[in-house]
T-cell receptor, first 112, second 114 residues
Framework: GNSVTQMEGPVTLSEEAFLTINCTYTATGYPSLFWYVQYPGEGLQLLLK?????DKGSNKGFEATYRKETTSFHLEKGSVQVSDSAVYFCALSTNTGNQFYFGTGTSLTVIP | EAQVTQNPRYLITVTGKKLTVTCSQN?????MSWYRQDPGLGLRQIYY???????DKGDVPEGYKVSRKEKRNFPLILESPSPNQTSLYFC?????????????FGAGSRLTVL
C-alpha cells in the first residue's frame, strides 16, 4: 500500500540554523511527492512538490529532492527564521488511485 | 479569492446530536475530500469525491457520511457523534484527484463531542 513516514518532532532550532526533516515513502506506481506547511490556526498549504525521480522542489528557501533509489523526499533549509515555525507534512499521491497520503507531521519551533 | 470555506470553525456538541460541517469551494474543482487531524496520527482521509454524485471512502469513514449534489459543496455529516470523533477537520479540493494535483485546504473546523 501507500504510506508516508516522517521524522518525529517536535524540532526546536535557533534562528539561522540548518533544517532537515526526513521523509520516506512507500508507494505503488509512480507517486508525486509534496511538502505542505501548517501555520498556527490555519489550514495546510503547499510548500513544494516534485513529480518524478530526481526532481527538486523549492520554495521560500526550502528544498526537497525526489530520491527514488532511497524512496525519500527530505525537506531542507539552510537558514531558518522565526517565521518558519509551523507544522510540516510530507505527502504523496499516485496516478493510479484517488487518495492523498500524509505523514504524521513535524512541528518546528525556531527561537530567536 | 480562490478558497475553500468551512463552517462552523468551532463547535461543541453532545453525543448523539446530528451535525453537519459544510464545505464550499469557488475554484470549480472536480475533487473534494475530508480529513481529520489528530495528535500523533497526522491527517487521515475520511471521504473523497471525484465529481458530483461520486463519493468514496477514505481510510477512516466509520461514523461519517458525505454527499456531493453540487460541484462546489461537499458537506460532512455526523449522524450520531461520539467522543472519539472529537478532532480537527479539514476540507480540501483540487482540480482533479491525485497525481500531481495540489490540494487547497480550508481553515479547519474544530469539533468537540461531549
Amino acid at each position: 500500500g501507500n504510506s508516508v513516514t516522517q521524522m518525529e518532532g517536535p524540532v526546536t532550532l535557533s534562528e539561522e540554523a540548518f533544517l532537515t526533516i526526513n521523509c520516506t515513502y512507500t508507494a505503488t506506481g509512480y507517486p508525486s511527492l509534496f511538502w505542505y506547511v501548517q501555520y498556527p490556526g490555519e489550514g495546510l498549504q503547499l510548500l513544494l512538490k516534485a513529480t518524478k525521480a530526481d526532481d527538486k522542489g523549492s520554495n521560500k528557501g526550502f528544498e526537497a529532492t525526489y530520491r527514488k533509489e532511497t524512496t525519500s523526499f527530505h525537506l531542507e533549509k539552510g537558514s531558518v527564521q522565526v517565521s518558519d515555525s509551523a507544522v510540516y507534512f510530507c505527502a504523496l499521491s499516485t496516478n493510479t488511485g484517488n487518495q492523498f497520503y500524509f505523514g504524521t507531521g513535524t512541528s518546528l519551533t525556531v527561537i530567536p | 479569492e480562490a478558497q475553500v470555506t468551512q463552517n462552523p470553525r468551532y463547535l461543541i456538541t453532545v453525543t448523539g446530536k446530528k451535525l453537519t460541517v459544510t464545505c464550499s469551494q469557488n475554484m470549480n474543482h472536480e475533487y473534494m475530500s475530508w480529513y481529520r487531524q489528530d495528535p500523533g496520527l497526522g491527517l487521515r482521509q475520511i471521504y473523497y469525491s471525484m465529481n458530483v454524485e461520486v463519493t468514496d471512502k477514505g481510510d477512516v469513514p466509520e461514523g461519517y457520511k458525505v454527499s456531493r449534489k453540487e460541484k462546489r459543496n461537499f458537506p460532512l455529516i455526523l449522524e450520531s457523534p461520539s467522543p472519539n470523533q472529537t478532532s480537527l477537520y479539514f476540507c480540501a479540493s483540487s482540480p482533479y484527484g491525485s497525481g500531481a494535483n495540489v490540494l487547497t485546504f480550508g481553515a479547519g473546523s474544530r469539533l468537540t463531542v461531549l
